[in-house]
Structure formats: structure tokens, C-alpha cells
């Protein structure tokens, strides 16, 4: 039988329709979670971050031979470097120095320049990567941001792309979401579907204790995927029905914890989404079902979180020394 190359996926149509599976916890509920790190460049980024740059590329906004810059603490930059590689187009990428190293290194491998800038309490604070982004967009000529923190399209993305694969996948059955919360694109846009589908259901944002947010005294923090500190278009703070603060602690000793004890290897991010869902589960019936978003792998953060657990300090317990350099 003859075949074309149109029978198969290439990469970029590869993003999404990620596993979701049945977690066996002891609790009441039926536990499902979204195996987003199965992902082509390891993270639920992917998705988001085509959604904006082909949506910038209809409306002229990037052209071929262009230039993406943007800040992220790492899944964000590490989908836009795999698709500037794939599509042809100049990365620059800024993160924050609690950004594990594993991260910076896929980002340097997919090509792109990496900007290492402080880690600061918040986004507006001129030494920041925030702040680091926008001084390199305006110095680089056919540059463009897609702006995960500010940018509606974040959201977006998630609106037309995940809300209805989990949707379909649940079999509309589910009853509780919850996910991580940082630029708040994947609580509100697959909130706002859900909702659509079923008012009941009931979305959970799982946030760092010490982000803009979640403080009176915002803190720099040691956890990645998590932290609301900007309050933007992004965020539809209608669909969502609880914020759930959790410290550092608790967010990488139960990452170690449900590697060792349920195989499951995922990111911080994801540590601290189980922890909040099995505490939520605690008051759910059999009747529930609970979908949790594993935004990444724990592979990226073998040196931040699993190599050293005895320290003073939640990001020296992972074993993390923030990046010394600042341009890289």
C-alpha cells in the first residue's frame, strides 16, 4: 500500500490529545490526571504557545525571519524555542535565576538565547525577567512577545484547545478541575469551557503562598510552574472558584513523595496540584471526578528538587543554586 506524507503528524500537529488516566489514591473520588509533559517539547506550553504565535503570524504581527522574545519561568520559553526551530525564527528567552538548570539547558539545546535575570519579589521590578523582555523587545527590530502574562490569547488557546479534549476525554463526567496557577491561561480558559459545559464543576487554581496574590508581602519563591503575580486579561477570575496557596515546602516534598510512592515523576507544579487535590478529595464522594493537570515532567527538575533533600531552605532542599550568570 502506497503512503503519503500527509498520512502522518509532523510535530507541531503532534501538540495535545495528551493521556488522561485514572490515579489510584486512596480517596472516594475518582482521580484522573491530564499527562500534559507527554507533550512534544515536554510541557501544557506547547499548546498556548502555538496558539499565539500562529495567531501572530495571520495577523502580521511575526513575520518569516522574525524574532520571539518572551519571559517565562521555562515551559513557555522552552515550546517557543522548539517551534522558532521548527518554523525558523530567532528565540530570546528570559527567566528567572530560580529557574531549574535542567530548563535552561533544553532552552540552549532547542537554540535559543537565554537571559538569566534575578529573582524578584515582582514583575514590575526593573531587574526582573518581565522587565528584561520588554527592554529586549523594543531593541530588536521585527521582534515580537507573545506575553504569556498579559496576552488574552493564553487563555485563549486553552479555550478552544484543552477545555474540549478533557471535555470529551471525561466523557463530560468531570466534576472538579484543577491545575496550577500562574498566568492563570490554563485555569481560566479551560475554566470558561468547562463552565459552558456544566456550571457545577468546580475549578481550582493552585498558587504559590507568597506570590502577589496569595501575600500582603509578596516573597520571592523557589517553586516553577506557580505563582499569580500578575493580575491581567489573562486571568477570568469568574470561572475560577478557589485559589489554593501552598508554600514551597509542601510543594517539593510531595513532588519527591508521589515519585517514590506512585511512580509518578512530575514537576513541582504538579507536586503541589496532587497535594491541593487530595486534600480537596477528602471531603468528595465516590460520585466525583477530579482531573488534575501534570503541566511537566520531573526530569526537569532532577538537580532542583530529587538530588538533595536535606537543606535550610525549600530551594536548597531541591538541591537548587540560583544560575550565577546573567546573559547566557
Known sequence: METTKTQFKTILESIGNTPLVRLEFPVKPTMLAKLEYLNPSGSLK?????????EAERLGKLKPGGTIVEATSGNQGIALAMI???KGYRVIITVPDRTAPEKIAVLRAYGAEVHVCPNTATHDDVRGYHARAEQLLHDTPGAFMPNQYYSPSNMMGHYYHTGPEIWKQSHGLVTHFIA????????????RYLKEQNPAIKIIGVDAVNSLYSSKEPKEYAVEGLGIDVISDTF??????HIVPISDEDAFSYTRKVA???????????????????KFAQQLSESDVVIVMLADSGRAYLSKVFMTQQAETPAAKSGFKPAQERIV
Open 46 to 54: 506547547d499548546r498556548a504557545a502555538l496558539y499565539m504565535v500562529e
Open 84 to 86: 522558532g526551530a521548527i
Open 180 to 191: 496550577g496557577a500562574g498566568t492563570c491561561g490554563t485555569i481560566s480558559g479551560v475554566g
Open 236 to 241: 477570568d477570575q469568574s470561572v475560577v472558584d
Open 260 to 278: 517514590k510512592e506512585n511512580g509518578l515523576l512530575v514537576g513541582i507544579s504538579g507536586g503541589a496540584v496532587l497535594h491541593v487535590a487530595m
